[in-house]
């Protein structure tokens, strides 16, 4: 090694000194191929251009050298043209194409370079190289397939050509051929010069995502076998009893990592994660000072600790640190969300819309910043507003669930069912199990009339959760509704109503229920305790009006139904129960 260090500064010497290209070709011909052949590991080659031809062309020869030169100096034009015109003396040395197509690629002409290292293997089809530069190719266009075939093909050449199964390896990863590319890891360990701790970790990595957790502990242990103090190999560990469960002995494994790389991230942010689901919150938020000590210029360190913060529900904390870090980084983004979310978990949707608009102020394309905005003005019930925040976030990401279930959420609430429909139903695509989506999405259908649909996805969300409140009073009140199972629906009133005995919708689905058995007086019991709990419900009044109707309580009946109007004032029915159909209104309106 030190002698193709002096060899390499010989050279650069000799080209800083400006000497003439024919003198500098004479005088380091020999020292420039021994140098090149062996950072290229061929010295083993013989010292040719020609396939066949143990004498090169000097004039090929010197033109070669001086492509080589013009490599060094950054210009892979200038040695296109000088291998080019080597080839016009030597047209059959495959070396010359071979730096002719890694000089396409330097500049981009990735077609280019192919054609001319198929060329190349024309002339010589055992040329190992050029299949490893054809296959690296394949794979940067995500040609599998042929990428799969060149490396094999270099393999059938050289059955343990170390860096074809590498290729291979890092191919069958990347295909998610998982069994392959542990077969290849395991081959590249009993053929490597050297142990090398980098390819334990992969093979580790890919055991435990086939859930084989005890060969990748044997992967791991094989690292600490070599260096019991090697991060990696305690870390990998600590990744097999994560999996296992074993969250104490995992814990162990992660601090000895740490204690011996503090700059280990992956293994700091994973061990705040097991402190805080262990709600071990001081241990938890020490781990974050630390990475703030360590580097206090990332935001991400601060926000981390606001993370866990909030997590403990340590409200001052929280909204202290959170105002701290706009003050110290007032020009990003990330700052203010962070406040904003807090605000929103502490009931303070204006607020929190505040900040969420200095977010879009700073960052205009930023998806959270238009869907925080939204998801703040529903809170504060300015539903039309909140479409259009909504729009704006689905046209950078249109497939995101949380957005399409919000969006949807708010048509129904707006009486636009039809329209809401196609947004819940991408939502429950994206997450099929969303309870929250699965009912919103079945009271969509109900609106429509469409009740086997509806009831299907009730049923998908019971199935889900069975004792859901929400679900078990929605599903309960559209039966009663259509009066259809009206023992099912008190079953399921009754089950909401027992976790939430105070909770006015689920009171007047109870009530309601009784009313359409033709018990009155039970119903006047529930909704009239309804219209305790929840005083801004136009539908609750006027059930308790219909209510008093049935009860000879006209009296009481309008009273209600006027109650209702005041809070719905566009509302047919109650304008004709109470005599006030509109002129221009159809008589058959229902």
């Known amino acids: 090694m030190p002698g193709l260090i002096f060899i390499w500064k010989f050279w650069i010497l000799m080209i800083n000194y ?60 200038a040695a296109l043209l000088a291998y080019q015109e080597a080839l016009l003396y030597d047209p059959q040395a495959v070396t010359i194409y071979k730096r002719i197509g890694k000089n396409y690629l330097w500049m981009g002409k990735t077609e280019s370079a192919f054609r001319v290292f198929q060329h190349a293997l024309g002339l010589n089809p055992k040329d190992v190289e050029t299949h490893l530069l054809i296959a690296q190719i394949d794979m940067e266009q995500g040609d599998w397939i042929s990428a799969e075939k060149a490396l094999h093909t270099i393999l059938s050449i050289d059955s343990t050509h170390f860096e074809a199964e590498y290729q ?90 740490l204690q011996l790389d503090p700059d280990f991230e992956e293994v700091r942010d994973r061990l705040a994660e097991i402190y805080q689901e262990q709600k071990h919150w001081e241990k938890a938020i020490a781990l974050c000072r630390e990475r703030i000590a360590l580097d206090s210029t990332k935001i991400e360190n601060w926000l981390s600790l606001c993370d866990v913060y909030r997590n403990a529900e340590d409200s001052i904390s929280a909204l202290a640190l959170a105002k701290e870090i706009i003050s110290r980084f007032p020009d990003q983004w990330q700052a203010y969300l962070s406040y904003g979310r807090l605000l929103m978990d502490y009931q303070k949707p204006k607020e929190a819309y505040e900040q969420f608009q200095k977010v879009v102020s700073l960052a205009p394309d930023n998806f959270w910043g238009l869907a925080f905005s939204g998801i703040s003005l529903v809170h504060q019930d300015s539903l039309t507003l909140a479409i259009s925040w909504f729009q704006k976030a689905l046209s950078l990401v249109p497939e995101d669930p949380l957005v399409n279930y919000y969006l949807g959420t708010v048509l129904v609430r707006l009486k636009k069912p039809k329209e809401a429909i196609p947004y819940l139903e991408i939502s429950i695509q994206a997450r099929p199990n969303w309870v929250n989506a699965l009912s919103a999405l079945a009271g969509a259908y109900e609106s429509i009339g469409e009740y086997a649909r509806a009831d299907s996805f009730y049923t998908r969300a019971l199935q889900q959760d069975p004792e859901n409140p929400l679900v078990l009073n929605n599903y309960g009140y559209s039966l009663s509704v259509r009066g259809v199972r009206l023992e099912e629906a008190m079953a399921m009133s009754k089950k909401a109503l027992e976790k939430d005995p105070e909770n006015g919708a689920y009171l007047d689905t109870m009530g309601w229920i009784y009313f359409k058995m033709g018990d009155y007086e039970k119903a006047r019991e529930y909704i009239e305790k309804a219209c305790q709990f929840q005083k801004n419900s136009a539908e609750i009044y006027e059930h308790l009006g219909d209510i008093y109707e049935k009860l000879m309580m006209k009296e009481e009946a309008i009273q209600m139904w006027e109650k209702a109007l005041e809070l719905d004032r566009g509302n047919v029915q109650l304008l004709k129960k109470l005599g006030r159909v509109p002129s221009n209104t159809p008589a058959d309106v229902p």
């Not at 090169?56 to 013009?70: C, K, S």
């Not at 992969?202 to 435990?208: A, H, K, W």
């Not at 086939?210 to 044997?218: G, I, V």
């Open 168 to 257: 291979l390896a890092l191919l069958y990863l990347r295909t998610n051929q998982l069994d392959r590319a542990i077969n290849f890891y395991r081959r590249l360990l009993r053929h490597s010069d050297s142990f090398d701790s980098r390819l334990y970790v992969t093979l580790g990595n890919l055991y435990l995502r086939q859930k084989k957790f005890k060969e990748a502990e044997d992967a791991f242990r094989q690292i600490l076998q070599q260096d019991s103090l090697d991060v990696s190999g305690l870390f990998g560990i600590g990744m097999v009893k994560d999996s296992l469960k074993d969250t104490l002995s995992a814990m162990a494994w992660y601090e000895k990592a």
């Open 18 to 77: 400006g000497m003439k290209m024919k003198k500098i070709q004479k005088q380091c011909s020999l020292l420039f191929l021994l140098f090149t052949l062996s950072v290229g590991g061929c010295a083993s080659q013989k010292l040719t251009l020609a396939r066949d031809s143990d004498s090169p062309d000097p004039r090929a020869m010197d033109l070669f050298l001086e492509g080589l030169v013009w490599e060094l100096k950054q210009n892979p034009a």
